[in-house]
T-cell receptor, first 112, second 113 residues
Framework: QKEVEQNSGPLSVPEGAIASLNCTYS??????FFWYRQYSGKSPELIMF????GDKEDGRFTAQLNKASQYVSLLIRDSQPSDSATYLC????????????FGTGTRLTVIP | EAGVAQSPRYKIIEKRQSVAFWCNPI?????LYWYQQILGQGPKLLIQ????????DSQLPKDRFSAERLKGVDSTLKIQPAKLEDSAVYLC???????????FGDGTRLSIL
């Protein structure tokens, strides 16, 4: 069974601060990693994906991947109250099932 | 580009009844997925289709759940008979290929009484 671990939170940050969300995964062979945002009562929305070691930036979001440490993170700069949501880390398993495994999500609250 | 369409949005049934959900993926997306998301958990894959063929249904409770995608476009997921533990949000997603980013529909929130 593939494991994707996230701190469930809640993580609270003040408006304008950097929010750091972390995720570890068990399958060393995983190659593709995705971050989804899920507002309460809504469906997951894709915000970032990363395939290579290092950083990938998109606006206020930066995904960081370290395959040696089996660790992927999402940084949100200049956090806004509208960023308050649950952030789901998903890891693509290419060694067997060819599908996504999701963590349980980290709930982020940005305090105005 | 229209997103993934799902219906109904909400469904309330009694245990042992049957229920069906419908999904229409993004146009041109060959891969379609059904997920179950229980409150406080991440989505769990139930079944994955590539065109009209099943790629993975290893986590589908086949004694009560069934799914089809007959023409390689829209899909239905059925539960018969429903149990209390089936209360969840059922999400449909689609992607251009099995390793491409998945896009989710709004989901169907199922409550079993």
């Amino acid at each position: 069974q593939k494991e994707v671990e996230q701190n469930s939170g809640p993580l609270s940050v003040p408006e304008g601060a950097i929010a750091s969300l972390n995720c570890t995964y068990s399958d060393r062979g995983s190659q593709s990693f995705f971050w989804y945002r899920q507002y309460s009562g809504k469906s997951p929305e894709l915000i970032m994906f990363i395939y290579s070691n290092g950083d990938k930036e998109d606006g206020r979001f930066t995904a960081q991947l370290n395959k040696a440490s089996q660790y992927v993170s999402l940084l949100i700069r200049d956090s806004q109250p509208s960023d308050s949501a649950t952030y789901l880390c998903a890891v693509f398993d290419q060694t067997g099932a060819n599908n996504l495994f999701f963590g349980t999500g980290t709930r982020l609250t940005v305090i105005p | 580009e229209a997103g993934v369409a799902q219906s109904p949005r909400y469904k309330i049934i009694e245990k042992r009844q049957s229920v069906a959900f419908w999904c229409n993926p993004i146009s041109g997306h060959a891969t379609l997925y059904w997920y179950q998301q229980i409150l406080g958990q991440g989505p769990k894959l139930l079944i994955q289709f590539q065109n009209n063929g099943v790629v993975d249904d290893s986590q589908l409770p086949k004694d009560r759940f069934s799914a089809e995608r007959l023409k390689g476009v829209d899909s239905t997921l059925k539960i018969q008979p429903a149990k209390l533990e089936d209360s969840a949000v059922y999400l449909c997603a689609s992607s251009q290929g099995y390793d491409q980013p998945q896009h989710f529909g709004d989901g169907t929130r199922l409550s079993i009484l």
